[in-house]
């Protein structure tokens, strides 16, 4: 706290994993000396960069960059990169210190990074997100490498920029690796990779569900924001038999109670991944549909809720919501999306609740079999590549519950999450000395 006070979300972070954490470490002696918790809230590098770059209007723009290179015990740094104006130290090492454990958790070699920058690419034109991107990769590049660090997308940052960055990187460089995750199917990308995190964040719901004899099928899903993480959420949940109800962004929430079908889910994807547009023109074309002005999906009556915008978007009174409404099943597919207060509601009602490293950890896992496909230098189809993240997901609810049962059916996915990573990176970092 000493240290990082300032640093709201980091604390945040931290605390949260300290507190189920510490009685394990306290219950297991070769944990306790050597400082280990100590050296993991402390990055192992936090490098911070001007990135200057000139708009369409001829304007020189300044904006800040960051990588934080967390913890490489387990394998090479690796987390994504974040556009968004709110970006800064604290968001980014909470990302970087969540993304190791939920690293940890997918069994890939992978250690914990993160980075971005307060850049927003709202309203920007394609040639100017070009420019930004070159302009954060050109000092970027200096400090990552396959076998180093390996960006990948996050908040603000999609195939698009992951290809300029790409590009950018092997014109310095002069050599073709894969130092980014998320690229382009016809350099390098992975099959299913864009629809990783969503269908990842709903398997782990339906092991959760599978738990109490339950599933998907005939449930109302409520899903908060509209990107990247929340379409593919949607779809997958439709695709197991539930109707997704709700989608959307930070100016308010869509609700159609038809359900988002494949079909309006085509038309969200033009309006957010073609037209870079607002999910309120969803009305445009199904006008029966409410859109919401200023507020949050939770009030919505539902089964099932995925929140998958960003870090403290649920909090105590709209778990509350949630829990009064009948909602049995919480699984994050963003990270941090629910409040400290909200997670406690979630937990005394002991309904299921996932947190994001590990119910989000699809993403990432599928960038490990992106660098695996790179490494080996062929690419997997579809089918080997989901069915590699279906059991990965299986995997990881199976290690929650391990360390997370109470021996009386429930299960804190929280402790059992945390623990599970902690362990993995504790033993590496063990073996490896004090370093
Ligand atoms: P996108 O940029 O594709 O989408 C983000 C969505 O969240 C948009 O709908 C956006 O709305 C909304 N949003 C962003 N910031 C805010 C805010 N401050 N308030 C309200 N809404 C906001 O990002 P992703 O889908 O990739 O990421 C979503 C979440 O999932 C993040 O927490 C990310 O860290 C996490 N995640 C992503 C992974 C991935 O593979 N992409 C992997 C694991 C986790 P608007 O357009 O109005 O900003």
Redesign the pocket.
């Known amino acids: 706290a000493k240290r990082n006070g300032n640093e709201p979300e980091f604390m945040q972070a931290v605390k949260e994993v300290a507190e189920t954490v510490i009685p394990f470490i306290e219950e297991n002696r070769k944990y306790q000396n050597k400082m280990l918790l100590e050296r993991m809230v402390e990055p192992e590098r936090v490098i911070m960069f001007r990135v200057v770059w000139v708009d369409d209007a001829g304007n020189t723009q300044v904006n800040r960059g960051y990588r934080i290179q967390m913890n490489s015990a387990i394998g090479p740094y690796k987390g ?1 990169i ?1 556009f ?1 104006p ?1 970006v800064n130290l604290s968001i980014l090492k909470f ?1 970087a210190f969540e993304q190791t454990f939920k690293n940890s958790l997918t069994t890939l070699p992978m250690g914990g990074g993160k980075g971005g920058s307060d850049f927003d690419p ?1 309203g920007k034109s394609d040639n100017e997100i070009m420019k930004f991107c070159q302009a954060f990769m050109t000092e970027l590049s200096k400090h990552i490498g396959a076998d180093t660090d390996v960006p ?7 195939g698009r920029e992951v290809g300029y960055m790409f590009g950018q990187y092997k014109r310095l460089r002069n050599e073709f690796t894969g130092v980014l995750t ?1 690229k382009g199917i016809s350099f390098g990308g992975s099959l299913i990779r864009p629809e ?2 969503g269908y990842g964040d709903v398997y782990f719901a339906q092991s959760m569900l599978g738990t109490k004899g339950d599933s998907f099928s005939g449930k109302t899903v409520v899903v ?8 593919y959420a949607c779809e997958k949940a439709t695709q197991l038999g539930g109707k997704v109800v709700t ?5 308010g929430y869509i609700y159609d109670a038809d359900g988002i079908d494949a079909e309006k889910l085509a038309y969200v994807m033009v309006i ?1 991944n073609v037209n870079y547009g ?2 309120s023109d969803y009305l445009t074309k199904y006008p029966n549909a409410k859109f919401v002005a200023g507020k ?1 999906p939770w009030e919505v009556k539902c089964d099932v809720a995925l929140p ?4 403290n ?1 649920l909090n105590e009174d709209e778990a509350k919501m949630l829990v009064a409404n009948g909602c049995i099943c919480v699984a994050e ?5 629910s409040t400290p207060e909200a997670v406690e509601v979630f937990q005394k009602a002991k309904i299921l609740f996932a947190p ?1 490293k590990a119910s ?5 896992a599928t ?1 490990g079999l992106e660098m695996s496909q790179n490494s080996l230098r062929l690419s997997w189809t579809s089918e080997e590549v989901d069915e590699r993240l279906k059991g990965i997901m299986s995997n990881i609810h199976q290690a929650c519950v391990k360390y997370g049962s109470d021996g009386n059916g429930y299960v804190d996915y929280v402790k059992g999450a945390n623990i599970a990573g902690f362990v993995k990176v504790a033993d590496a970092m063990l073996a490896q000395g004090i370093v």
């Open positions: 994504g974040r968004h709110t990302l709202k990948a997308g996050d908040i603000g940052v999609g998320g990783a995190t908060s924001g509209s990107g990247n993480v929340a379409q989608l959307s962004d930070s100016s957010k607002r999910i949050r998958c915008a960003t870090q978007e597919g963003a990270n941090m999306p994001g989000n950890a699809g993403g990432v960038s």
